[in-house]
Structure formats: C-alpha cells, structure tokens
C-alpha cells in the first residue's frame, strides 16, 4: 500500500485520477498534460469526453470498489468532475491515495440540505429555505413561506431537474408524490437583480485565489451565457469573492469551488449553490485569464503554488446545447468566420435537447461587445449548411 502524506507535492510526471468522466474532466485533462501529468479516468461509461484524452479510461461501476481500489493504486491523487460519487468510492479511494477535495466536502455539497445547513450554520448569507420530508412538512412550509417557492430534490439534481416552482395553493399532498423523494428543499423565491458566481482554487498550504465575479444568464435553468468582468459594483464584487474564501476555508476545500449568487433588488449577495469543482460559467477563463480554472484544480490537487487569476480581455461564453443539432450538423464554418470566435466542443456522441455539447467564447474589447459576437456567432450556427447537409 502506498504511504499516503496529504502535503507531499505530485510532481509534473505523476499520474492524476478523476473520478467522472464528462467534460469538466476531459478540460481537467487537457490541462494536466499540457502541466506534464498523466491522467486515469474512471467511470461507468466508455469513449467517454474524458477518457478520449485521458492515458486510461476505466470503465467500471461506482460500487465496483474492487476496480476502484485498483485505480486508487495506480494514481498518486484523486480528484472528481461531478457531485454525485458515492461516499463509498470516495473511502475505498482514501484507503491508498489522498481525495482533493475530500470526501467531506462531497458528503456536504452533494446534498442541499446538508449544503444549505452548513451555510446557514456559518452565517454565510443563504436563500430562505425549509426542510422537507414529507407532504405535511410542504403543507407547513408552503403557509409559512413567501407566495412564490420553488421544491428541490435534496439530491440529484442539477441544471432545473428535479425543481418546482409553486405557490400558497400547491396541493402540497399531489406535489409530494411527484416528487419521488423522501428529502427535499423549499426555497422562497428570490427577487433577484442578476445572477453571479466566483470561481475560486484553494492549495493545500492554504493558498487562495479568486477569479473576478462573473455574471450569468440562464434559459430554462440551464447556463446560457457568462460575461466576466461582471457589470458590478466593486464592494459587491469584493463580498462575492470575500465570501467564496469563507466557504473554502470553513470547509478546507482543496481544490476548485465556485459559490453560485443571487444579488437581490436590494443589493444583497445570497449563496443559491456550492459546486467543489470547475463550473461551466468558469469555462471562459480558458481563453480570457492567464490561468484557467481547470489548470488551477491541477495545481491545487497536486500541491503546485497557484497560478494568476488575471484576466487578459473582456469575455463572454455562450453553451452550446444538443438542440443546435436537432435539424442537422451545425455550420461551424459560419460561427468561425468571426476570427475572435473560438469554439470548444466535448467530444459526446449523442446529441440530445438540453444536453451541453460545447461552448463558444469571445475575447474583446468590452463585455458587450463579447458577448454581442458570441451570441451572433451561435445563431450562425443554424445558417444553410450547403454541402455541409
């Protein structure tokens, strides 16, 4: 068994594992190759995102802690791309090499409850929310609450699933049931000004990094287009990253953490999710910052000093979803015309509506401007296609 020192720096020619297979960690890859490092993914998938660029891919179930011990052992560090891995895998992994984040950080990001009491019991600034257990406890909750909520699944969720707006006269007994859960969060509706986040990387040494706020547009609860620098004010954007170096801190976070915002009517900073990872609105720093998000979770997982969150131009990133694709093979020799357009896709298979396939990002001279080519270079996308059909 490996002797397992939690600050022992993994040296460029070390082999780094991830566990999750999508394309947080086939970006996490690319930026560890680019660092010198090896990459062995695993997850229950193949020709995965991932393992098209990882030197292994490992495919396997979560609860196969056999093949999971054998991947532990031929990695000098573990790090994850998504939530939702079992405390199980996490421990069996413990056992021969260290977890960054560690497996406390999943257990509590994994699970808004769990999520949204550890902020709360901080005194970190959170929605207003109530725990759910059943039908009688919404029924409270909804006479209790605001006139506007939204239901969430405490676990599983991501991107609008398993979410429900409802109201003071939501049969409360039919929700319930079609929520298919035994644990959920009621959340009051928030009036909202706009929707921001910080992307954040904390070292082992205790070393942290902020990236600059970056404000965010959602449609149909999906992430549709991030802009950074953000339109705010400076004491708003301070606060934002003030309060991601809290949370870090508080939960010894290891890695990359981004801390989802709403800034309310009235100026207010309220936490609506942690993810202990690299974020999609963070996917510009790529190719508008001297350090990307994605080489910051390489330095940090391995013990290398952070790197220089400055940002070179204004950006903007728009997602490209699998609807792009629904009538045809999308005109990329449209979208690319624009020289400033630089385009990123994830090497799925499968293009499904609402499924992200790639992402478009545009360096200029203002963020309007950015995200004014960005989002015309999108809808070239759809253009006849010619031979291209």
């Known amino acids: 068994m490996k002797h397992i020192t939690s600050k022992r720096i993994i040296q460029p020619g070390g082999t780094l594992g991830v566990l999750g297979s999508g394309q947080l960690g086939r970006m996490f890859t690319i930026a560890a190759r680019r660092l010198g490092y090896r990459v062995h993914v695993f997850s229950p998938d193949y020709d995965t995102p991932t393992g098209q660029v990882a030197d292994l891919e490992i495919r396997a179930a979560y609860d196969d802690l056999d093949a999971v011990a054998g991947f532990a052992k031929a990695v000098d560090v573990v790090t994850f791309e998504f939530e939702n891995v079992p405390a199980a895998t996490i421990e069996a992994v413990k056992k021969y090499v260290p977890v960054r984040p560690g497996g406390e950080v999943l257990h509590t990001t994994q699970n808004r409850l769990r999520e949204k009491n550890f902020l709360k019991d901080a005194g970190l600034p959170v929605t207003p929310f109530y ?15 605001s006139a506007k909520t939204v239901l969430k699944t405490a676990a599983w ?3 609008g699933k398993g979410q429900m707006k409802l109201d003071s006269s939501s049969d409360s007994t039919e929700i319930w049931s079609l929520m298919q859960t035994d644990s959920a969060v009621l959340e009051e ?6 929707e921001l986040s910080v992307v954040a990387a904390r070292g082992f040494d205790g070393q942290f990094v902020s990236f600059d706020p970056i404000l965010n547009m959602h449609t149909n609860h999906i992430l549709d287009v991030s802009i950074s620098p953000a339109t ?13 170096r809290s949370v870090m801190e508080q939960l010894e976070v290891v890695g990359v953490l981004c801390v989802e915002y709403f800034l309310t009517t009235t100026g207010k900073l309220l936490i609506n999710e942690l993810a202990p990872r690299p974020h999609n609105s963070g996917h510009l720093t790529m190719d508008a910052h001297v350090t990307c998000q994605f080489e ?3 330095r940090a997982v391995t013990g290398l000093p952070l790197g220089s969150t400055e940002q070179l131009r204004p950006a903007a990133m728009v997602n490209l979803l699998g609807d792009r694709w629904q009538t045809g093979l999308p005109n990329w020799a449209a979208a690319l015309n624009n020289q400033h357009v630089k385009l990123h896709l994830y090497g799925k298979s499968e293009a499904r509506a ?3 396939m790639g992402h478009l990002t545009v360096l200029a001279d203002s963020v309007n401007t950015a995200q004014a080519m960005a989002v015309a270079a999108r809808d070239r996308l759809s253009e006849c296609r010619g031979e291209n059909m």
């Not at 705010?232 to 991601?244: C, F, H, K, N």
């Open 232 to 244: 705010l004010p400076a004491g708003v954007a301070r606060q934002a990253q003030e309060i991601a």
């Open 157 to 159: 969720g991501y991107d």
């Open 189 to 194: 509706f928030v009036d909202f000004e706009c």
């Open 354 to 356: 609402g499924r992200k």
């Open 131 to 145: 725990a759910i257990h059943s039908a009688d406890d919404l029924q409270q909750a909804l006479q209790s609450a």
């Open 296 to 298: 910051q979770q390489v």
